[in-house]
C-alpha cells in the first residue's frame, strides 16, 4: 500500500521517530486497513468505531491501553492523510479513548537494588560488563536502547556527563554518578576489542564482539533479579522507574528529572509522584502551615 509507505516516510523523515515507534504505527495501520477491505480513505467514525469493538470483541481480545494505542496510531494517520488532502476530516477525531486508570510502573527499594548490584560476580569481564550496564541503567535512567547504544565517545566523566541519543534522535546530557563511573571503568579496562569493525565505539558488547541487543539486556536483568531473589515483575525499564521514583522521593525537582529522563511532556513524568504516597503525604504534612 503506496499510502502506508509514504505516512511510513513522513513518520520517519519529518516526525524524526524512533524506528520501533515507526514499526508499531504502521502494524496498527495495517491491521486496520486489512480489515476495513475498503477504501481507506472512504472510512467513518463509525467505521473506526467498529473496528476498536472488534478488537475488543476478538477470542484474544486486546486491552485498554492497547485499543488507546491502536487509536492513537490511527489518528496519527488519518491526520496525515487530512494534511495530504486526502480527506478532509479525521474520523477519529469523533472516537472517544477508552478510560485508562493511572499506570503505577514497578519501581525496585533501595535495598532491592543493591541486591541485584550484588547478585553480578565480577570475576570475569562478562560480568563486569553486566554491573556496569545495571550501574548505567540505575544511575542515569536510560531507556534499554539507549544503554545498548551508548558509544564510548559518549562518555565525559571528567565533566561528569553521559551524551544519550534518545526518541526521535533527540540528543540530551545525563549526569553521571561516582558508582557508575567507577563500573563502566572497571569494564572498559577488560572490554574486548570487538570483532566487527563497524562497531569499534559501542560500549557494551558480546562474546562475539558486537553490540548488545534489548533481549539479551532484558535476559540478563531477569538473570540477577532472580538470583537476588527479587520477585517482581522486573524489566531493564524497572531501574529506569526506580531511578525517577527514588530522586523524586529524595527532592529532586520534576522539571530537573524530566530533562534526565528524556520526556517530552513533564505530564509523563508526574507518575512518579504518585507511585510512593506515603512520602508525598508526610512531606506535606510536615510542611504544611496547619500541620
Not at 541503567?137 to 564510548?152: D, F, M, N, Q, T
Not at 546530557?173 to 558508582?179: K, S, T, W
Amino acid at each position: 500500500m503506496d499510502l502506508l509507505k509514504d505516512y511510513c516516510y513522513y513518520l520517519k523523515i519529518e516526525r524524526a521517530m524512533s524506528q520501533n515507534t515507526v514499526a508499531a504505527y504502521s502494524r496498527d495501520v495495517a491491521a486496520f486497513v486489512s480489515w476495513f477491505s475498503n477504501d481507506v480513505k472512504s472510512a467513518s467514525t463509525g467505521d473506526v468505531e467498529e473496528y476498536l469493538q472488534s478488537r475488543a470483541d476478538d477470542d484474544q481480545p486486546v486491552s485498554r491501553r492497547s485499543q488507546a494505542r491502536i487509536l492513537s496510531s490511527l489518528r496519527s494517520f488519518f491526520g496525515w492523510l487530512v494534511m495530504e488532502g486526502y480527506v478532509k476530516e479525521n474520523p477519529c477525531d469523533g472516537v472517544d479513548a477508552p478510560k485508562l486508570g493511572r499506570y503505577l510502573p514497578s519501581v525496585l527499594s533501595v535495598e532491592e537494588v543493591e541486591r541485584i548490584m550484588d547478585a553480578v560476580p565480577l570475576t570475569t569481564w562478562l560480568g563486569l560488563r553486566d554491573r556496569a550496564i545495571l550501574e548505567i541503567l540505575y544511575g542515569c535512567g536510560l531507556r534499554v536502547s539507549e544503554a545498548a547504544g551508548l558509544k564510548i565517545s559518549d562518555l565525559f566523566f571528567d565533566e561528569g556527563f553521559v551524551r544519550v541519543i534518545g526518541k526521535g534522535n533527540k540528543e540530551r546530557l545525563v549526569p553521571v554518578g561516582g558508582m557508575a563511573v567507577d563500573a563502566v571503568n572497571a569494564y572498559l579496562s577488560v572490554r574486548p576489542v570487538p570483532e566487527n569493525v563497524s562497531v569499534p565505539d559501542i560500549l557494551f558488547v558480546n562474546s562475539k564482539g558486537s553490540g548488545l541487543s534489548r533481549v539479551s539486556i532484558f535476559n540478563m536483568v531477569k538473570h540477577y533479579a532472580m538470583l537476588a531473589g527479587v520477585n517482581k515483575e522486573i524489566s531493564p525499564h524497572t531501574f529506569r522507574h526506580s531511578f525517577a521514583t527514588h530522586l523524586i522521593e529524595n527532592g529532586a525537582d520534576l522539571r530537573v528529572v524530566q530533562e534526565m529522563l528524556g520526556h517530552e511532556s513533564i505530564l509523563t513524568t508526574e507518575i512518579y509522584t504518585h507511585i510512593d504516597s506515603s512520602t508525598w503525604q508526610a512531606a506535606v504534612l510536615h510542611h504544611h502551615p496547619r500541620r
